[in-house]
């Protein structure tokens, strides 16, 4: 959740700041009769040549005043280029060495396109370059130790590109530099005191979403005050950083998934003092949380501390609190009764995330007073009673109460909710209609309650599920929803945008399966298990053309299963067992690879598919294929009678042929039986020498 916030939010936002702090140095569009320098016009032509510019963004680049080409600013006084500003300008190719003669620079801006190779070695000659941006701009390889050489940097952005190896440990030199992002690529190695050695101006550190390890001595004091700090995904663990502890103008700190497991430190509210945005999140943090939030983070708008093992009540902490726009406990082990303070000070709270804790009570009328609240999640705690009505007032898009003890009727929500999770609680009643008027719904459960009543037939006016209309909210992506899909329960969190369900298992549903659901062609997982659900599946089930999971099982559905459930290409999970179904299972396309038993048990009347026994009308054919069968065995057998019985007069026909001709025809006759006696004399002769032979070798041996 915290990487794809800063993946998308934060760069913009910091570039944006760079740009305004660059203003600082720069002067207007250079005069109309101050021409370039010679040398360093040669050197952007050069740069250009190795470029590709499908939009024509340099198409200004010819002539001699390169001082007014598209991009470029010279000083007004000394005509040196001082400035190069390409940002998203949609280049494609390498960075030709030669933009290094451009040593005059000042502001270098080549981020937002598609460069390719390596940095040049010669950024080292960029002796009086302040501003570095590179960010989003493809270039890959080591980050060039000669950056370490660029004395006059101020602001260095090297973000989400595809760098690889270490970070130059010449960094370290640079006393001027104050904001440095090099999050979002591919470095790794130790980051350790050398690389901060003379780093005295720096206020922003952003090395996040790195393989890297931070290796400083517990007893390190660094010799900058830091405002921003991002180490993200970054081993900076085991221990808390007790570098820190020298930190007092700290708004800004992100250490998610930095592989901490320790306790809080007693100090920490003391550097927090000015903060605005705090993440700890994906750690292993013990203590109170009393004792991170409260009085003495008084400007505290993002907070996410999810999935550690904090503990305590937060029903007092969060009353301090009134800048608060966003706020993560979840997965922790906090306590105490739910928060009843939540009023008019908390007027831009718009996210709420407390699920997978052990809270209890009810949810309060004052949290209706939250205008602005957009996503709520409080799953998986002990959270009971009835819910409250004013909750309908507000315009949220997640409502997540799943795995609670809430009671009475399900609320008549008729809002933008795009989330609904009321499952597993112990509501009762009908599903309201009112419901069906949730255009932009994609996901909703009410599994494992008590509800009753039919399926509403309006549930194919749920129109975010009918055509491709709408992509989805991007927000959904930060949030975890526990979704039964495929026999299994799995979370989905940056792919929910692309989710689409209905669970409405382990109930009391009675009545038909509406035909209108068919209509509902985005849908991927339909869960109406454990219900008492009658009659026919509908027939057009195949139009859910992207159903993967289709889950019926323990119903009372009677019929034969539609052969249009052929038609469903992506389907790879489907449970249709202990029902009343009959007839052939349809095993056209890759049907026949669905090969589960236990998704037919229980239908006596089922036949065809794989382990069920045959259907009638295989049995005719097999019955039909066996006869025929035995009509080609007789009649092969009947063939080889009269072979035989042929082969006898045949023979007898041409042995009376052959004798009647030596009757007949008295050369052919005398010709026979001259040469039957030469065969005969021949035959006699061999066989007599042959004799002689072996009585002459039979006395030889009786004479030795």
């Not at 663990?237 to 250490?255: A, D, E, H």
């Not at 089922?606 to 097999?622: F, V």
Request: aromatic share 10%; hydrophobic share 35%; with cysteine.
């Amino acid at each position: 959740m915290a990487s794809y916030f800063y993946a998308n939010f934060v760069p913009t936002f910091l570039h944006a700041l760079f740009v305004i702090q660059a203003l600082e140095f720069t002067h207007s569009k250079a005069l109309t009769n101050v021409s370039c320098i010679g040398v360093e016009r040669e050197a952007l032509l050069r740069f250009k040549q190795d470029l590709t510019d499908p939009s024509g963004r340099l198409s200004s680049w010819t002539g001699e005043r390169c001082c007014e080409w598209e991009g470029v600013e010279c000083n007004n006084k000394t005509g040196h280029v001082s400035k190069l500003d390409l940002y998203d300008r949609s280049l494609r190719g390498k960075i030709h060495p030669a933009i290094t003669k451009l040593k005059h620079l000042k502001f270098l801006d080549l981020s937002f396109n598609n460069f390719s190779g390596y940095l040049p070695n010669q950024f080292g000659n960029f002796k009086d370059l302040e501003f570095l941006y590179l960010s989003k701009s493809l270039i890959s390889g080591p980050i060039p130790a000669t950056v370490g050489q660029l004395s006059s940097l101020r602001y260095l952005d090297l973000s989400f590109n595809n760098l690889s190896g270490n970070i130059p440990e010449s960094i370290g030199r640079l006393s001027n530099l104050e904001e440095i992002d090099i999050g979002y690529n591919r470095l790794d190695g130790v980051v350790n005191e050398l690389h901060f050695v003379n780093l005295t101006s720096l206020t922003s550190l952003i090395l996040g979403s790195n393989e890297l390890v931070i290796n400083v001595s517990g007893s390190w004091v660094p010799p900058f005050q830091i405002n921003s700090i991002l180490l993200l995904n970054c081993k900076v663990g085991p221990k808390f950083p007790n570098w820190l502890r020298t930190q007092r103008n700290i708004s800004q700190l992100v250490m998610s998934n930095a592989s901490i497991s320790d306790e809080v430190p007693h100090w920490l509210p003391d550097v927090l003092s000015n903060i605005r945005d705090f993440d700890l999140s994906g750690n292993m943090l013990r203590g109170n949380i009393s004792g991170i939030i409260g009085k003495k983070t008084p400007q505290l708008r993002r907070v996410s501390l999810s999935g550690n093992n904090l503990s305590g009540d937060i029903s007092n902490s969060l009353c301090m609190l009134h800048e608060f726009l966003f706020l993560d406990l979840s997965k922790n082990q906090l306590s105490g009764r739910f928060p009843q303070c939540w009023g008019k000070s908390l007027p831009f709270l718009v996210w709420i995330q407390l699920g997978e804790n052990k809270l209890n009570g009810q949810i309060p009328n004052s949290l209706c007073n939250l205008e602005q609240l957009k996503i709520l999640g409080l799953h998986k705690n002990g959270l009971n009673g009835l819910l409250p009505q004013c909750l309908l007032k507000l315009e949220l898009s997640i409502l997540d109460l799943s795995d609670n003890l809430f009671t009475g009727r399900i609320p008549p929500f008729s809002s933008d909710i795009g989330v609904l999770d009321l499952g597993r609680n112990y509501f009762t009643g009908d599903i309201p209609l009112q419901l069906c008027q949730l255009s932009s719904l994609q996901y909703l459960s009410l599994s494992h309650n008590n509800l009753s009543g039919g399926i509403p037939l309006c549930f194919s006016n749920f129109r975010h599920m009918l055509s491709d209309f709408n992509m989805g909210n991007v927000v959904y992506s930060w949030f975890p929803v526990k979704v039964t899909m495929k026999g299994e329960t799995r979370e989905f969190t940056g792919t929910l945008p692309y989710l689409f369900s209905i669970d409405l298992s382990s109930n009391a549903l009675e009545g038909q399966i509406p035909e209108g659901l068919t209509r509902l062609v985005r849908i991927q997982n339909l869960n109406l298990s454990r219900n008492e659900l009658t009659g026919k599946i509908p027939s057009d089930i195949g139009d859910l053309r992207n159903l993967e999971s289709l889950d019926l099982s323990n119903n009372k559905l009677s019929g034969e299963v539609p052969p249009s459930i052929s038609n469903l290409d992506f389907l790879s999970y489907w449970n249709i067992s202990f029902n009343n179904l009959s007839g052939p299972v349809p095993l056209g396309n890759h049907m026949s690879t669905l090969n589960d038993e236990s998704a037919y048990r229980g239908n006596d009347g089922l036949c065809g598919a794989p382990h069920l026994k045959a259907c009638p009308r295989d049995k005719q054919n097999d019955t039909d294929t066996r006869g025929s069968h035995k009509d080609e065995s007789n009649e092969s057998d009947s063939v080889v009678v009269w072979f035989y019985s042929g082969l006898g007069p045949g023979f007898t026909a041409a042995f009376l042929g052959f004798c009647g001709i030596l009757h007949f025809k008295q050369t052919w006759r005398i010709s026979y039986f001259r040469a039957v006696d030469r065969i005969i004399e021949k035959s006699w002769l061999v066989g007599m020498i042959t004799m002689l032979r072996f009585k002459t070798a039979f006395q030889f041996q009786l004479c030795k």
